[in-house]
């Protein structure tokens, strides 16, 4: 079964403090995994895709990173409004061709205090 | 320019009634996608379209929930019967064929 973990589930950091989150998955052959960030009350954001072990994508403070069994999500010197619940997913190879059913992980949930 | 569209945003039912939640795609998107949002759960995937029609209803959860696209654009997701347990927002998602999903703000369903 396609499985999708994400860790922690809630990280408090100080502005400017850098950490990074974790996503791992068992998928029956992966045909991208997918990044979002998601506020409250709203829908999910979409912010990367990646698609081959060691491939590496950047946004402002961000950088996600893909290795054959996880993802990272690395965030540089944060601030208050990087607050937000990241969501990662991934799309099986298992299933109907050129669909793109997203299994998702339950979200980290991210609070950078000013 | 504009984004996925859902209405209503909210939405309180008694348990028994039927509901319809209504989704406009970003234009020109071929692809789109129904989830649910369940408190402390994660997105769970429902339906897929591509254009009209839906080759992926795996996720569907009893036959109290059917999904119809009309004219490649607008759709409308049906509970019937609804009960406690449909309680949730229910997000929908739209893409170009092969592309990234763009989600909306979804519709959030409480049912008393």
């Known amino acids: 079964e396609d499985q999708v973990t994400q860790s922690p589930e809630a990280l408090r950091l100080q502005e400017g403090e850098s950490s990074s989150l974790n996503c791992s998955y068992t998928?029956?052959?992966?045909?991208?995994l997918f990044w979002y960030r998601q506020d409250p009350g709203k829908g999910p954001e979409f912010l990367f895709t990646?698609?081959?072990a060691g491939e590496e994508k950047e946004k402002e403070r961000l950088k996600a990173t893909l290795t054959k069994k996880e993802s990272f999500l690395h965030i540089t010197a944060p601030k208050p409004e990087d607050s937000a619940t990241y969501l990662c997913?991934?799309?099986?190879?298992?299933?109907?061709?050129?669909?793109?059913?997203?299994?998702f992980g339950q979200g980290t949930r991210l609070t950078i205090n000013p | 320019g504009a984004g996925v569209s859902q209405s209503p945003s909210n939405k309180v039912t008694e348990k028994g009634k039927d509901v319809e939640l209504r989704c406009d795609p970003i234009s020109g998107h071929t692809a789109l996608y129904w989830y649910r949002q369940s408190l402390g759960q994660g997105l769970e995937f429902l339906i897929y379209f591509q254009g009209n029609s839906a080759p992926d209803k795996s996720g569907l959860p009893s036959d109290r929930f059917s999904a119809e696209r009309t004219g490649g654009s607008v759709s409308t997701l049906t509970i019937q019967r609804t009960q406690q347990e449909d309680s949730a927002v229910y997000l929908c998602a739209s893409s170009p064929f092969g592309q990234p999903q763009h989600f909306g703000d979804g519709t959030r369903l409480s049912i008393l």
């Open positions: 998928v029956s052959g992966l045909r991208g």
């Open positions: 990646l698609y081959s």
């Open positions: 997913a991934v799309r099986p190879s298992n299933e109907i061709q050129g669909a793109q059913k997203l299994v």
